[in-house]
């Protein structure tokens, strides 16, 4: 309660700036001069230019945020290529009463970084042009741009350092700046820990327009709340370091679904005892839908020896070699999202696609359990009329 108490805190000082005047209209007409002062006017958009809709909506994922986004659109859409850009963006905003919402440009499912939730005067910083991952092999970290996707630096990564990885999450189309401001959960985790645990440095501009380029610059709490309690709270992060990981050769990728009929809701309620005991090398989740669970793996090794540990510490599962399949690290990265796709188009056209496809109306919610759910609560979740979870 103490840590949420002084990041509210932080907020109200950081932000208080941001406050929207009376006079709207007026306020948005000064916003855009002073920006349009310090930033190429190709790099600015307003509701008037043809290309602010189809970037507005380009990453909506979330059928529900369609109209809202376009019945009360931002005033502007910023793409800076520098620096000096978003700090021009921050400095105006703050002098203007103008709020920002910062777009890494990946996908965003609850969006909130374009649109506003109440009626105010907002304007959107769009980094998708700021999505360099420069890969340092040697020491095994890279430098990753604010706009760049999880695919984007997958890629980077996998074909700059064979043998090395990155412990993100499973979706190539997120952002990273949203990934990793707020945690990334991953099948690496187990191993490495979060994303957010791998980054080592940022450059970021703050509420007061200033670059502070590292962690010594913004000083450790601001280095800590970065990293999990949400960057676009306290700035605009233009630039992550991170740590990248060992990986072997080949790892291992197993599918097994199990209908109810099949005792779905027992291998569940035994996988939830089971999975964290599992080596470190090892993840399994699950994923709950139609009454049916798909148990899916990620293991560092190969075939053989996830199936003689499973056999032993989980046969409920009744995993076998057919079940299996061996890959790099990043064809698996790419398999999981795309699944065959891969098999006929090359991983760079997967993974550096940007082009997103609007999905239906759909929430989505995440909460954590402090002890194992029961059988009677899991026959509950596989029978409700549409319900899902993932584990």
Same mark, same amino acid.
């Given at each position: 309660?103490?840590? $949420?108490?002084?990041?509210?805190?932080?907020?109200?000082?950081?932000?208080?700036?941001?406050?929207?005047?009376?006079?709207? $209209?007026?306020?948005?007409?000064?916003?855009?001069?002073?920006?349009?002062?310090?930033?190429?006017?190709?790099?600015?958009?307003?509701?008037?230019?043809?290309?602010?809709?189809?970037?507005?909506?380009?990453?909506?994922?979330?059928?529900?945020?369609?109209?809202?986004? #376009?019945?009360?659109?931002?005033?502007?859409?910023?793409?800076?290529?520098?620096?000096?850009?978003?700090?021009?963006?921050?400095?105006?905003?703050?002098?203007?009463?103008?709020?920002?919402?910062?777009? $890494?440009?990946?996908?965003?499912?609850?969006?909130?970084?374009?649109?506003?939730?109440? &009626?105010?005067?907002?304007?959107?910083?769009?980094?998708?042009?700021?999505?360099?991952?420069?890969?340092?092999?040697?020491?095994?970290?890279?430098?990753?741009?604010?706009?760049?996707?999880?695919?984007?630096?997958?890629?980077?990564?996998?074909?700059?350092?064979?043998?090395?990885?990155?412990?993100?999450?499973?979706?190539?189309? @997120?952002?990273?700046?949203?990934?990793? $401001?707020?945690?990334?959960?991953?099948?690496?985790?187990?191993?490495?820990?979060?994303?957010?645990?791998?980054?080592?440095?940022?450059?970021?501009?703050?509420?007061?327009?200033?670059?502070?380029?590292?962690?010594?610059?913004?000083?450790?709490?601001?280095?800590?709340?970065?990293?999990?309690?949400?960057?676009?709270?306290?700035?605009?992060?233009?630039?992550?370091? @991170?740590?990248?990981?060992?990986?072997?050769?080949?790892?291992?990728?197993?599918?097994?679904?199990?209908?109810?009929?099949?005792?779905?809701?027992? #291998?569940?309620?035994?996988?939830?005892? @089971?999975? &964290?005991?599992? &080596?470190?090398?090892?993840?399994?989740?699950?994923?709950?839908?139609?009454?049916?669970?798909?148990?899916?793996?990620?293991?560092?090794?190969?075939?053989?020896?996830?199936?003689?540990?499973?056999?032993?510490?989980?046969?409920?599962?009744?995993? #076998?070699?057919?079940?299996?399949?061996?890959?790099?690290?990043?064809?698996?990265?790419?398999?999981?999202?795309?699944?065959?796709?891969?098999?006929?188009?090359?991983?760079?056209?997967?993974?550096?696609?940007?082009?997103?496809?609007?999905?239906?109306?759909?929430?989505?919610?995440?909460?954590?359990?402090?002890?194992?759910?029961?059988?009677?609560?899991?026959?509950?979740?596989? #029978?409700?009329?549409?319900?899902?979870?993932?584990?």
């Amino acid at each position: 309660m103490a840590v $949420s108490t002084t990041i509210a805190l932080v907020l109200t000082v950081c932000f208080s700036g941001f406050h929207v005047p009376s006079q709207a $209209s007026s306020s948005s007409h000064r916003f855009l001069r002073c920006l349009s002062t310090h930033v190429p006017s190709q790099l600015l958009l307003t509701p008037r230019s043809p290309s602010f809709k189809p970037l507005l909506v380009s990453s909506i994922r979330n059928a529900k945020f369609v109209a809202p986004a #376009t019945a009360r659109p931002p005033m502007c859409i910023l793409t800076p290529t520098k620096a000096s850009h978003v700090q021009a963006a921050v400095r105006c905003g703050r002098r203007h009463g103008v709020r920002l919402r910062v777009r $890494s440009g990946g996908h965003d499912n609850e969006g909130l970084s374009y649109r506003s939730q109440r &009626p105010e005067v907002f304007a959107v910083v769009y980094l998708a042009k700021m999505q360099a991952v420069q890969v340092d092999p040697r020491r095994a970290t890279a430098w990753v741009g604010a706009g760049a996707t999880l695919g984007e630096l997958y890629y980077a990564v996998g074909t700059a350092a064979p043998g090395l990885s990155f412990p993100g999450g499973v979706c190539p189309t @997120v952002g990273v700046g949203g990934l990793f $401001s707020g945690g990334g959960f991953g099948l690496l985790m187990r191993k490495f820990g979060l994303a957010a645990d791998n980054i080592l440095d940022a450059i970021i501009v703050n509420a007061d327009g200033m670059v502070l380029e590292g962690k010594k610059a913004m000083g450790d709490d601001l280095f800590w709340a970065i990293r999990g309690g949400g960057a676009a709270s306290f700035g605009v992060v233009l630039w992550w370091k @991170v740590r990248l990981v060992p990986v072997p050769p080949k790892i291992t990728y197993f599918s097994v679904t199990k209908t109810m009929n099949q005792g779905a809701v027992d #291998t569940v309620t035994r996988w939830q005892t @089971v999975a &964290p005991a599992l &080596p470190d090398d090892l993840t399994v989740r699950v994923l709950v839908e139609q009454r049916q669970a798909n148990f899916q793996s990620l293991y560092l090794g190969n075939c053989s020896a996830v199936v003689r540990t499973l056999h032993h510490r989980f046969p409920e599962l009744g995993v #076998t070699r057919a079940d299996c399949r061996e890959m790099s690290w990043l064809q698996y990265v790419a398999y999981l999202y795309f699944g065959d796709a891969i098999n006929n188009a090359p991983l760079e056209l997967l993974l550096l696609n940007r082009t997103m496809t609007l999905g239906p109306f759909v929430k989505n919610k995440s909460d954590y359990v402090n002890k194992a759910l029961t059988k009677n609560t899991w026959e509950k979740i596989f #029978t409700w009329p549409s319900g899902a979870a993932h584990g």
